[in-house]
């Protein structure tokens, strides 16, 4: 299919508008629901969406409320902020996809979103705003530095925060330290009114390259790399093992693999049998490459 692109200069565009396209592209992004307390103890819980780690030494999370862009006016999350420097930051499941929406309305500073959304306020250990209690896993915070990046609506300001405690429930953790995806069923936000649910069928894994280098596409051979079955995500596979297998190596596969060879009548079946190979993970990479080398 002949790909045209749009392209657009922000400038361009209505506030809005880019905000829309900004956020149905950097899609869909985790979310952070933070509770924080005002000067004289009120909570407030609000979920931000412009959030992510970005260091584990100093343990780091930025998430950004930003300016209304209906009002040019700072949240109250931000104003509390300000003030008390502290936030809890509580992970968003499926479960509790709907009450985190209640506490996104835009309620007055002295409402209670615990109170609002029916979620339930428990102590922090090291900071004073709340933990959400239904939430799988919170970070209690101290903020660092607020750096803001405009004074019109839409505006970001950006939490920087460090992360002093972490509570993690023990229920979604498969070995140490590690969390099972399915188990903590995380929500993420897209465009519009989009989310999408990080479990399930939705998952898969794709094996970390950085152990080791990768032959790359320029060293696939050409009968291969210009087969037109086989498609980038497939190539990809076979670009990232370590070796092209040697002229040797193959006839040796020949050899070893005759009742495995017998069963291809044709080309057409090798190139089957490997893409079917390769849309598993874990998989056996380098014996569809030795496969598919034999076609030459
Ligand atoms: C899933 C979700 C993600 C959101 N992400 C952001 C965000 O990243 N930045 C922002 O300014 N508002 C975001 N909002 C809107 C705020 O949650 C909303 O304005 C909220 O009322 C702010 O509360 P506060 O005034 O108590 O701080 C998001 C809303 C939802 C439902």
Known sequence: MKKKFITIEPKELKIPDLHQTLLGLVSPRPIAFASTIDKEG?????????????????????????????????????????????????????????????????????????????????????????????????LECKVEQIITLGSQGGAGNLVVCRVLKIHIDENIIHEKYKIDPHKIDLVARMGADFYCRASGNAVFEVPKPNQKMGIGFDNLPDFIKLHKDLTGNELGQLANLENLPSSEEIQNFIQENQDFLNQFHNEHDKILWAKKELSVYPNDTIKVLKLLMTLK
């Not at 609002?116 to 209690?133: A, C, M, Q």
């Open 42 to 138: 009120n909570p407030n819980l609000a979920p931000f969406s412009f959030f992510n780690v970005f260091s584990s030494n100093p343990p780091t999370v930025i998430f950004s409320p930003n300016r209304s862009g209906k009002t040019g006016k700072n949240k109250d999350t931000i104003h509390n902020l300000m003030d008390t420097m502290e936030v809890v930051i509580n992970m968003v499941n499926f479960d509790i996809v709907q009450q985190m929406n209640v506490a996104a309305c835009e309620y007055p500073a002295d409402i209670n979103e615990f109170i609002k959304s029916g979620l339930t306020p428990i102590e922090s250990d090291l900071v004073k705003p709340f933990r959400v209690k239904e939430t799988p896993a919170q």
